[in-house]
């Protein structure tokens, strides 16, 4: 394996894909759909962005005592 192949940013699809239907996001991984959608086709750079949004979100989930 290549290092480029090793340091692509993995899914963090839990396989429980159930979206909340006010925060709009997925109750597993915690993306949007447009972050579920764009991630097949997404660069190195924009999955990286996406993992960041979801860190930030489950930390907020977090502090608010949902997660």
């Keep these: 394996m290549s ?9 963090p699809c839990t396989g429980v894909c159930t979206i909340d239907p006010v925060a709009r ?14 991630w097949f086709g997404a660069t190195r750079a ?6 960041r949004a979801v860190a930030g979100r489950k930390a907020l989930a977090d502090a608010a005592g949902g997660g």
């Design 3 to 11: 290092d480029e192949a090793a340091s692509e940013p993995v899914s």
């Design 46 to 51: 924009e999955r990286q962005a996406i993992l």
């Design 25 to 38: 996001t997925c109750l597993g991984c915690a993306r949007t759909l447009a972050e579920i959608e764009r």
